[in-house]
């Protein structure tokens, strides 16, 4: 018994909701669709269920990319109101078909050869053509069981199931009794699970596939050419992370991290950089200058910045270059005055320097010499003026 299980499916009831179908019937079906969901292996890699819903109109309730447990499957199978008028069956299909059999909606890739699995509940006679309908899905690939129920029409019913219709054409007398087809169902969805036997070669998941198997991986793995074994994927590969700066691998999956000088944002992802001059983040002597994550040191006024590019040394403010002084330049602490050599005078601007006038005393001999000379220079000019009157 362990080893039958159903096989993975992609199954979708169509359930005929029309007047004829009176609410307390209606009810009946959603429990036999509640107990067909009991009965599968429920999982979104095992059999996906969905349920379209039709009478003159056509709803798609669910498709089959919602639910993969059994609890929220019944839980949707319970909120379906009918729609209470016509019986479009061939409408359903073709929905069905357009619709809810897609990629895009939950259908598995062809490639993966997963069964496509209609049950059409009914309890009357289609009002459109369903034969061609049917017919054209059955060749897309979809195999059809029809359910006929009381007043349904079993030409019909034979007109849209595949082929052997005694395996796929069933009929109850009322709703009352449909339950009783579920058992029906999980022996005929019933296979031999190849997975529970043990006898396969799959290193992570085996995937039953009626009387096969195929091979599948955990998250964060991939499947070997060789269809059997597993490979960790490189989740740092470029395109296969959401990291801003770093990304590191971390056993089939990632981690974020940020450069030198940035911080990881609280959403695990992005960056933001650090202030590396916050206290404690940088070894500057005097003063630290941010750069766009990083740092550079530099020094107060009258110091320079060392060779280890950190401490600071007092600067000679006397160096050539450094100074204003026109000839003496005199240290004051981290500071300087300007001075003059012998000869001169430091000028008002405190830079520049004049040379000094300089006095010398006069003898009293001297004096009268000058004083002599001077009488005389006065009598020669008083001479030549009268001689010029003359």
Do not use: W
């Not at 009965?39 to 009478?55: M, Q």
């Amino acid at each position: 018994d362990t080893a039958c299980k159903n096989r993975p499916l992609d199954l979708v009831f169509i359930i005929d909701s029309s007047r004829s179908v009176r609410p307390e019937e209606f009810e009946k079906v959603k429990i036999f669709l509640s107990e067909m969901i009991d009965s599968l292996d429920v999982g979104e890699r095992t059999t996906r269920v969905a349920v379209v819903n039709y009478a003159s109109t056509v709803k798609v309730e669910f498709p089959l990319r919602t639910h993969f447990d059994k609890a929220s499957l019944k839980e949707a199978v319970s909120r379906i109101e009918p729609l209470s008028a016509g019986t479009m069956t061939g409408l359903a299909i073709q929905t069905a078909v357009d619709e809810v059999f897609t990629e895009e909606t939950g259908t598995r890739p062809a490639t993966l050869n997963i069964p496509k699995v209609v049950i059409v509940v009914t309890d009357g006679r289609p009002q459109d053509q369903v034969q061609e309908v049917a017919a054209n899905a059955r060749t897309a690939g979809i195999e059809i069981y029809a359910v006929g129920v009381e007043r349904a029409d079993m030409q019909s019913l034979r007109a849209m199931a595949s082929e052997p219709l005694d395996e796929h054409v069933f009929y109850v007398e009322t709703y009352g009794v449909i339950e009783k087809l579920t058992s029906r169902f999980r022996e005929t969805f019933c296979a031999v699970n190849v997975c529970a036997l043990g006898t396969h070669g799959c290193q992570q998941v085996c995937v039953s596939n009626g009387a096969s198997y195929l091979c599948d991986c955990y998250q964060g793995y991939n499947l070997n050419p060789d269809k059997r074994t597993c490979s960790a994927v490189d989740m740092c590969a470029p395109g296969r992370h959401e990291c801003d700066q770093i990304c590191v691998s971390n056993n089939a999956s990632y981690v974020c991290d940020c450069y030198e000088g940035y911080t990881l944002n609280p959403d695990k992802k992005t960056c933001s950089a650090t202030d590396m001059c916050a206290p404690g983040r940088h070894d500057c002597a005097q003063v630290c200058l941010s750069n766009d994550g990083s740092y550079s040191c530099g020094c107060y006024e009258g110091y320079t910045l060392n060779p280890d590019k950190k401490t600071c040394s007092a600067a000679d403010v006397c160096a050539p270059g450094r100074h204003g002084c026109e000839q003496v330049c005199v240290r004051d602490g981290l500071s300087h005055t300007c001075d003059c050599h012998n000869g001169y005078t430091l000028n008002p601007d405190r830079r520049t320097c004049s040379r000094a006038i300089t006095s010398s005393l006069v003898t009293t001999e001297e004096s009268c010499k000058c004083e002599a000379i001077a009488a005389l220079q006065d009598a020669v000019t008083s001479r030549l003026e009268a001689l010029s009157t003359k």
